[in-house]
């Protein structure tokens, strides 16, 4: 696509409910990543996806949050048990590589909101 | 363990002046990178300048230019003839040199205000 979309834009959900929130990176980009935006504040990596494997997990927060990138190219994110405190707003952005000069495109994030 | 610091919440300026958002960092590392993100309320983050560590020339895009001091750790940047489109949320970043071009360390970020 012509971008980086992601759905849905806003989620409201009750505590204890699973969520999950997509990413569908620009076409023949092969590097994908989450990120966790939380209130006044910036971007929180989660999760690197290089093609379909996950070589980098190191930010998800716990074992509450998976992911997985099917086909080399959607990638879903799930919270599992959702709690208050997952209330963020959850971007998703992809390269053409994961090269340490590639620029990062970024969709408009899912708005989370945990009552 | 880098860290970046945003001393400035929330920024404002007129329309067609000059206004500067600052930025320091902590890190032990000789050879990195830093950026300037603009996030405007559709929330797509959006790179607006990029400087690499090893180069003593300031980065410059159109209206955007920054300040970098490596001795001092400060990463500024200056936003000349503001536009209204340039009302966001600015966040600066940074990244190891061998790191993996998502992997940034960000501050809190800065609301900017332009007034008409």
């Known amino acids: 696509g012509a971008g980086v979309s992601q759905s849905p834009s806003n989620k409201v959900t009750e505590k204890g409910k699973d969520v999950e929130l997509r990413c569908d990176p620009i076409s023949g980009h092969t590097a994908l990543y989450w990120y966790r935006q939380s209130l006044g504040q910036g971007l929180e990596f989660l999760i690197y996806?290089?093609?379909?494997?996950?070589?980098?997990k190191s930010g998800l927060p716990s074992d509450r949050f998976s992911a997985e990138r099917t086909g080399g190219s959607v990638s879903t994110l799930t919270i599992q048990r959702t709690q208050q405190e997952d209330s963020a707003v959850y971007l998703c952005a992809s390269s053409l590589d994961p090269g340490r000069n590639e620029k990062l495109f970024f969709g408009s994030g899912t708005q989370l909101s945990v009552l | 363990a880098q860290t970046v610091t945003q001393s400035q919440p929330e920024m404002s300026v007129q329309e067609a002046e000059t206004v500067t958002l600052s930025c320091t960092y902590d890190t032990s590392e000789s050879d990195y990178y830093l950026f300037w993100y603009k996030q405007p309320p559709s929330r797509q983050m959006i790179l607006v300048i990029r400087q690499e560590a090893y180069k003593q020339q300031n980065a410059t895009e159109n209206r955007f230019s920054v300040n970098f001091q490596k001795a001092a750790k400060s990463f500024s940047l200056k936003i000349s003839d503001s536009q209204l489109g340039d009302a966001a949320m600015y966040f600066c970043?940074?990244?190891?040199?061998?790191?993996?071009?998502?992997?940034?360390?960000f501050g809190d970020g800065t609301t900017l205000t332009v007034k008409p």
């Open positions: 996806f290089q093609g379909n494997s996950a070589p980098d």
């Open positions: 970043a940074y990244r190891k040199y061998n790191t993996n071009a998502g992997k940034s360390t």
